[in-house]
């Protein structure tokens, strides 16, 4: 910034959309009467330090419509993040169509825990928001959480469970009380329609399968979870995402996992998955 004007130079768009934040950040307030807004003569070199500078937004819990999820959209792209991690589905609701199972969004999202209506974003609205965001340099990845917080599904679908009953819907804040089961004949096909329903959805690489907080089960089962969820991503042509506590199972390499939980404890799991090939992302 000189007497001349402004320049900017980038080695890609993004780089300038960028420059443009910086831009707006610089500029003083105008002064009184007529004086006009200014923007101090600097020279900024800038780059991110991080590749995966992301935003996450709880949907499943209290939904957003699509207008209150662009405007956090354009307020995370002010900030320079790239990426916007949307929770769709937990033990509470169910915020995102699916083709294959119209029913989990039909009777999973009616309600949430603030007490509101709920709702979901219906394949139109998740192209709106990837399109908005793609205009500013945000990549949508969006998360079915699985093999726990999925009492928005055993709600829908009784086959899921053991017992064969449907689940009551729920709208507290507990965790750790749902989950699926591997060897149930329901349980497979429907993870495969609802994970390949979202990649097909979804414009950006990666698909997020959760695998948070899955309290009462063995190692065994919820390593055949993550294989299994890798696989149905990969093969929809997507890179799979996961929660920290999916790197206990065996994890094909690339596949990303989230250390989000940052109370004391022994992580040689997490260093371990990173040196068979799995990246970590500080979330």
């Known amino acids: 910034v000189d007497d001349g004007g402004v320049t900017a130079t980038a080695a890609e768009p993004a780089g300038l959309f960028h420059a443009l934040q910086t831009l707006r950040q610089l500029v003083e307030a ?90 979901h974003l219906s394949l139109a609205d998740f192209r709106a928001l990837q399109d908005h965001a793609a205009e500013r ?72 399968l959760g695998g948070d907080e899955v309290l009462k089960m063995e190692p065994a089962e919820y390593a055949r979870f993550v294989e299994l969820c890798e696989r149905v991503i990969l093969e929809a042509g997507k890179k799979p995402v996961a929660w920290q506590e999916a790197a206990k199972a065996p994890l094909r390499p690339g596949t990303i996992v989230q250390y989000w939980d940052t109370h004391p404890m022994d992580l040689t799991y997490l260093v371990d998955a990173a040196k068979a090939g799995a990246r970590v992302l500080l979330s």
Do not use: C
């Not at 949307?86 to 995102?96: E, F, K, S, V, Y």
């Not at 709208?171 to 609802?194: H, Q």
């Open 137 to 208: 340099f945000v990549r949508v990845v969006p998360e079915i959480d699985v093999p726990g917080h999925i009492n928005a599904a055993t709600h829908v679908y009784g086959d899921l469970m053991p017992d064969g009953v449907a689940t009551d819907a729920y709208s507290g804040i507990e965790v750790g009380f749902s989950r699926l089961t591997f060897d149930l004949p329901a349980t497979e096909p429907f993870l495969r329609d609802v994970f390949t329903d979202l990649a097909h959805a979804t414009d950006g690489e990666h698909v997020h």
């Open 30 to 119: 105008p002064g009184p009467g007529d004086e006009p807004a200014r923007v101090p003569h600097v020279v900024v070199h800038d780059a991110p330090r991080y590749p995966w500078r992301g935003l996450s937004v709880d949907l499943a819990r209290t939904f957003f419509d699509l207008d209150a999820l662009r405007a956090v959209i354009d307020v995370a792209a002010a900030y320079k993040l790239n990426v916007l991690h949307l929770h769709l589905t937990d033990d509470q609701g169910w915020r995102i169509e699916s083709p294959s199972r119209p029913e989990l969004a039909k009777l999973s999202s009616g309600s949430d825990t603030s007490g509101g209506k709920g709702g």
